[in-house]
T-cell receptor, first 119, second 111 residues
Framework: DAGVTQSPTHLIKTRGQQVTLRCSPK?????VSWYQQALGQGPQFIFQYYEEEERQRGNFPDRFSGHQFPNYSSELNVNALLLGDSALYLC??????????????????FGEGSRLTVL | GQNIDQPTEMTATEGAIVQINCTYQTSGFNGLFWYQQHAGEAPTFLSYNVLDGLEEKGRFSSFLSRSKGYSYLLLKELQMKDSASYLC????????????FGTGTLLAVQP
């Protein structure tokens, strides 16, 4: 049973460029969330996708966009990169809250992350 | 507003017990999670509390008081491999399971 997989693991970009990060959720999961984690900080919620739609968004500019595909995999796109976008980008998969019950806490399962460096 | 507070760093001795506190103020509440994150790795799930009281899982226990907006993670019989960052996270509720994370507590276990 594969866990959450992300690609690429590391990448370096320059200011103004665009980047696409990819995520495959854990088998059986239907919801994908993206988080940004700066060094020494906790993860910050970017957005969540369910049924191929953005369900909720955190406090991130429109330069951050995403997509979910019919197979539940997801992409995170960041345009016009800034130095401050350098961070670890974590994908987390889970079951939708509609399926959370006594035996399923709805916890997030995280991938290893994509380490983005913007120069 | 949303605010989750936990100590930045803690140090403890191998074999000892350590308690990591977390206080929260969020617009809603539908569960509190603790995650462990080793340097350069993904966070991994440790525990979940949605009702008041203590949940025990082996060497790890987590406590919740919803009326006080307070939780703690208790680690017993500390091992060197427990050196990591411990993240407290609150699920606000509603249709999504968005988590709001604290900044994490970096625990250093010394011999």
């Amino acid at each position: 049973d594969a866990g959450v997989t992300q690609s690429p693991t590391h990448l370096i970009k320059t200011r103004g460029q665009q980047v696409t990060l990819r995520c495959s959720p854990k088998s059986g999961h239907d919801t994908v969330s993206w988080y940004q984690q700066a060094l020494g900080q906790g993860p910050q919620f970017i957005f969540q996708y369910y049924e191929e739609e953005e369900r909720q968004r955190g406090n991130f500019p429109d330069r951050f966009s995403g997509h979910q595909f019919p197979n539940y995999s997801s992409e995170l796109n960041v345009n016009a990169l800034l130095l401050g976008d350098s961070a670890l980008y974590l994908c987390a998969s889970s079951l939708t809250m509609n399926r959370v019950g006594l035996l399923n806490t709805g916890e997030l399962f995280f991938g290893e992350g994509s380490r983005l460096t913007v120069l | 507003g949303q605010n989750i507070d936990q100590p930045t760093e803690m140090t403890a001795t191998e074999g000892a017990i350590v308690q990591i506190n977390c206080t929260y103020q969020t617009s809603g509440f539908n569960g509190l999670f603790w995650y462990q994150q080793h340097a350069g790795e993904a966070p991994t799930f440790l525990s979940y509390n949605v009702l008041d009281g203590l949940e025990e899982k082996g060497r790890f226990s987590s406590f919740l008081s919803r009326s006080k907006g307070y939780s703690y993670l208790l680690l017993k019989e500390l091992q060197m491999k427990d050196s990591a960052s411990y993240l407290c996270a609150v699920r606000e509720g509603g249709a999504t399971n968005k988590l709001i994370f604290g900044t994490g507590t970096l625990l250093a276990v010394q011999p």
